[in-house]
């Protein structure tokens, strides 16, 4: 019987922005005027917080995320899901980053992905900043803050598709854990 | 930062290992090195067989998979360790990298992992092959990302194998860390 869900809740949402206030973002991020954005041409736009490049592997899983079309990039119409998307985790980091320090670090961390509803043990987290923290400051920027959660989401969702009965415990063999994992890590 | 403190006169050194050369001169004065001084250490002591850096994120896997104290560094031992098992896969690879490249191809990624001894379906070899290879091909870094993953994998999957059949039961926090860790 399942008590409290394990999973975690989406983040918190925002009013749709103007069309026309959108329409001029959308101009400036295109530089080509293809009337798509590519994985460039967002990575440029988008800022980490420093003055290193937006890591390059998020910026395709937010393509990715939001490319009906196989496109490797997103037009206008997918765009406004882009900008709502990277708004909401902007939300979401500063809510975190108390000391306004421009990064999370692993207490801050512990604190937003317990508020997602994940439990995960203290020694866990140094391995989370270990393996996401790309600056090497033993905390996250907002690119790799993000890239930390949505692969904690891939995960979620792939463990989800096993747990028929959702009572937070899969039953795999051997060969369906190894496709599970290497699909997503 | 290289160490000089070690006694090296000619036939008094306590460690003659060679590979411990290698090693500290790297690690320095705490005798541990992380995942960036293994790349250096990995590639000065030609484990690639070329002079290409070897993969950053693949040393953090490695460390990883030997860091019993959580520490995400590695001692000596442990290097040792890391040393003959990556030798080990070298001799994998260079056995099928069969024009010398420096590559395997995809379909002998799946053979070397077969004969290794992992079983795998279809299925799961080619979501492997998938996930290693540029352009159909796999250098050999990529090649030890995979091994390191396949075995750390298999050791957590055995150990919550407990009627040994083949199957094991996760609960989703605990799926959650293992993986993430690997």
Known sequence: MACHSPYRAAPHMNAPPDQGFLWNIFQRVDKDRSGVISDSELQQALSNGTWTPFNPVTVRSIVSMFDRENKGGVNFNEFAGVWKYITDWQNIFRTYDRDNSGFIDRNELKQALTGFGYRLSDQFYITLIEKFDRQRKGQVAFDDFIQCCIVLQRLTDVFRRYDTDQDGWIQVSYEQYLSMVFNVV | ?182
């Open chain 2, 1 to 182: 930062m290289a160490f000089s403190g070690y006694g090296a006169g000619p036939g008094g050194a306590p460690q003659q290992d060679p590979l411990f050369g290698y090693f500290s001169a790297i690690a320095g004065q705490d005798g541990h090195i992380s995942a960036d001084e293994l790349q250096r250490c990995l590639t000065q002591a030609g484990i690639t067989g070329s002079y290409q850096p070897f993969n950053l994120e693949t040393c953090r896997l490695m460390i990883n998979m030997l860091d019993r104290d959580m520490s995400c560094t590695m001692g000596f031992q442990e290097f040792k360790e890391l040393w003959q098992v990556l030798n080990g896969w070298r001799g994998t690879f260079v056995s099928y990298d069969r024009d010398g490249s420096g590559t395997i191809e995809g379909q002998e990624l799946e053979h070397a992992i077969t004969s290794m001894g992992y079983h795998l379906s279809p299925q799961a070899k080619n979501c492997i092959m998938k996930r290693y290879s540029t352009n159909g091909r796999i250098r050999f870094d990529d090649f030890v990302s995979c091994c390191v993953r396949l075995r750390a994998l298999t050791d957590q999957f055995r150990r919550r194998d407990t009627t040994q059949t083949g199957n094991a039961s996760f609960h989703y926090d605990d799926f959650i860390q293992v993986t993430m860790s690997i």
